[in-house]
């Protein structure tokens, strides 16, 4: 028997970036919410069982209307990343499953890729994320200054879904609210890591970006209408 896939998307951010009057989930991409689009991107990759969305107390509202006729739950977003995983989790009622954390702004993601980070997990690693090559050269800058350059061949960009051990992933969530540390975990697989659990890397897609400022839009747009 296959392991229960749960998918966690958040949507609780302002995504001020964007430049809309409206929270970034909610703007819609060629007729259809960025946030109905990721969700829909979930389900057709064939691998996902339950979905859970995290929005603001505020938008929950907005958010069942965007996601007519899907069945998804609701948890409310907390002040930082962390805090509104932590919630999603909370809802959550299996012990064992994989569980996919996912960012509404990453609307086009393909359900392909979705599936193969999803199989990474069901097949045995406790952590997984899909990475794509990075094509700029990376600079470390301090004050004003650069004072390295990483080797590229090293670097990869980080996208999302991000795919877990529920069990793991909870443990890791709870030592780190407890601890209080002083980084701050930006993703979850950041998070991992610092609890000390291996995570692997899957390919990624193009498609998966990121849609953060107006240029970002724009292209979003044009695959739209490539389509």
């Known amino acids: 028997m296959r392991r229960r896939v749960v998918a966690i998307v958040a949507a609780a951010g302002r995504g001020t970036r964007l430049g809309a009057d409206l929270p970034k989930a909610y703007v819609e991409l060629g007729g259809r919410t960025l946030l109905e689009r990721a969700v829909a991107g979930l389900e057709d990759s064939g691998v996902v069982d339950e979905v859970v969305v995290l929005v603001s107390p505020d938008m929950e509202g907005a958010a069942r209307e965007a996601l007519p006729g ?30 996919l954390i996912h960012d509404a702004a990453r609307a086009l993601t393909p359900p392909a890729m979705i599936a193969r980070v999803a199989g990474a997990v069901a097949a045995g690693a406790p952590a997984a994320v899909p990475v794509v090559p990075v ?10 200054r650069v004072v390295s350059t990483p080797s590229r061949a090293r670097l990869r960009a980080v996208q999302t879904p991000q795919a877990f051990d529920l ?61």
């Open 70 to 99: 899907r069945e998804v739950r609701f948890a409310h977003g907390g002040a930082e990343r962390a805090d509104s995983i932590f919630n999603g989790l909370g809802v959550i009622g299996e012990r064992d499953a994989v569980v």
């Open 135 to 144: 094509a700029d050269t990376i600079k470390e800058v301090e004050n004003g």
């Open 167 to 227: 069990a793991t992933l909870r443990r890791a969530n709870e030592a780190y609210f407890e601890a209080r540390p002083d980084f701050v975990a930006t993703d979850d697989a950041s998070l991992m890591e610092w609890f000390g659990v291996p995570v692997a890397t899957v390919e990624g897609d193009p498609l998966a970006f990121k849609i953060t400022t107006p240029s970002d839009m724009l292209l979003a747009e044009a695959v739209i209408q490539a389509r």
